[in-house]
Structure formats: structure tokens, C-alpha cells
């Protein structure tokens, strides 16, 4: 009796170790995609720049571009911009799916943009984009075409939308709306839904042009255990599985684990004891 208890036993720890060899597998597998996101900071886009976003989408013959610009307040503009610089380096079709609340379910709309091959989000207004895809077949569809190896791109707010917690731009402090934020505070920063493409990363964009720190800042104070990207105009970066690589002509700013954040509960100012930030330019390496 001791001896089939013994053997029982041994069974059960076999069978438990191989459910968590499986379980980890499984979600090593999930969290893996194979397609690249190219994040570009806004400003102008050189050609040399867009060679290499045509370079690791990858595209075969019969690929697609889909452009999205519902960030745009001149879609059509967007477009045709992107469409004359593009067509320039590359023979494949480039259409624009200018969703709204009345095709956002377009079978066909979605069926396209799922099995393009590059996907490129213009900039704009990134709520303006959001407030057309969050929770719809759109995002999904986006989701579905990175998953299976398509490139997705985006430059200024196209590049914001990115994150799972996008920074809008806006302050909970000021009515008034700043490119730059004048100081430094806890609860200031308005943050909604993106679509989560890049987790646990706070991006920001035209970061040195702007002098968007006290703003990148402020989002590491809301999310201190995120890595916070700011990435200058005629910049980008590329992020294939969790390494990053800078392209461009300025730099990238990198910054993380802020350590020992007081609150003061009179003005709302903070003050961090210590922070982890990095410098990197074009041909240089980061994993996240």
C-alpha cells in the first residue's frame, strides 16, 4: 500500500511539472510576436529613414501598405503626403482606410487592414484616433497584423497611440493647453487608453524639440515602474520583441526606476531622489 502511494505521488509531481512547463511555454509563446513597430517622433521623415521602414516590413509582391489617419484633421492630406514620399522606394499598393464611427465594423475595411503588411498611423491628434478604434474590430485587426509580422508604424501622435497608457497632451491641473508642461506634479498627467502595441512604456514625441521632460517626467511619476521614451523629430526607433534600435538624425531619451518620490500635498510638487536616464543616438541598442 505504501509502495502505489509512493508511486501515486510521484505521478502527480510528473504531471504538475509538466502543466508548468507547458503554462511557461505557452505564455514565453504568447508574449513573442513577429512583427516590428517603427516609432518615429515626428518632424520630417527622410527618405533614408523610410528606406528602412520599407526594409524590415519585408514586403513581397503582393504586400500592401494600409495608411490610417484618423489622427489627421487633413486625412486626405496625410495620406497623399505619405503616398508621394513612398512611392518613391517601393512598386506596392498603398490604399487609405479612414475609418469612422460608421465603417469602423466594415468587414471588408478590417479584413484589408488585418492582412496588410505595413501599417502606417499618421499624426495628428492621438484621441482623435483613439476615439475611433479603442474597443473596435479596428484595434484588433491591428493587433492581428502585428502578431502575424506585419510592421507598425507611426510618427507624432502616431507614435503616442502606441503605448497601453497613451499620454493625450492634456494637464488635470491647467485648462489651458501647453506644448511643454511648466513644471513637474503628481495627478497632472492626462492618460487614456492606446493601444497597446509596446507594454509597460510611456512614449512621448518632438521630445528635445518641444523640451518635453518635465511632461515624461510627470508620466514616470504615474507609472514609476514603466520606461519612459522621449524620441526627437526626424527620429525613430524600432522595436522588435523587447530590443530597441535608434534611427534618425537627433536622439532618444530613456528614462526609468525612479527611486524614493515624495508627494507634497499643498501644490501637488514631487521630488524623486534618484532615476535611472540614458542618451541614445542613431545606431545604438536597448531592451526594455
Known amino acids: 500500500m505504501q509502495i502505489k502511494k509512493q508511486i501515486l505521488n510521484q505521478f502527480w509531481v510528473k504531471t504538475l511539472f509538466v502543466i508548468i512547463i507547458l503554462s511557461v511555454s505557452f505564455t514565453m509563446k504568447a508574449q513573442k510576436t513577429n512583427g516590428k513597430l517603427f516609432i518615429i517622433g515626428g518632424g520630417i521623415k527622410s527618405d533614408k529613414m523610410m528606406k528602412q521602414l520599407i526594409t524590415i516590413s519585408n514586403l513581397k509582391k503582393k504586400d500592401y501598405i494600409v495608411v490610417l489617419p484618423m489622427s489627421s484633421a487633413q486625412p486626405d492630406s496625410a495620406y497623399i503626403n505619405f503616398k508621394e514620399q513612398i512611392k518613391k522606394l517601393t512598386p506596392n499598393p498603398i490604399v487609405m482606410l479612414n475609418f469612422d464611427h460608421e ?7 478590417n479584413d484589408s487592414l ?19 478604434v479603442r474597443n473596435t474590430t479596428i484595434s484588433t485587426a491591428i493587433h492581428n497584423a502585428y502578431e502575424n509580422g506585419s510592421t507598425i508604424a507611426g510618427t507624432s501622435a502616431g507614435a503616442t497611440v502606441m503605448c497601453e497608457h497613451m499620454i493625450t497632451g492634456n494637464q488635470k491641473l491647467e485648462t489651458k493647453y501647453t506644448e511643454t508642461f511648466n513644471n513637474i506634479r503628481y495627478d497632472n498627467l492626462e492618460t487614456t487608453e492606446g493601444l497597446g502595441l509596446v507594454k509597460n512604456v510611456i512614449i512621448d514625441q518632438h521630445f528635445l524639440k518641444r523640451s518635453r521632460y518635465n511632461r515624461l517626467l510627470s508620466a514616470l511619476i504615474e507609472f514609476p515602474n514603466y520606461t519612459g521614451i522621449g524620441i526627437d523629430e526626424s527620429t525613430a526607433i524600432i522595436i522588435s520583441n523587447k530590443e530597441i534600435e535608434i534611427i534618425g538624425e537627433s536622439e532618444v531619451i530613456v528614462v526609468k526606476k525612479p527611486k524614493g518620490i515624495s508627494k507634497s500635498k499643498n501644490n501637488n510638487f514631487v521630488s524623486i531622489k534618484s532615476l535611472k536616464m540614458a542618451i541614445y543616438k542613431e545606431g545604438q541598442k536597448f531592451k526594455i
Open 114 to 132: 488585418q492582412h496588410a503588411k505595413l501599417i502606417f498611423i499618421s499624426g495628428g491628434d492621438q484621441s482623435k484616433f483613439m476615439n475611433v
Open 103 to 109: 465603417t469602423v465594423n466594415d468587414k471588408v475595411w
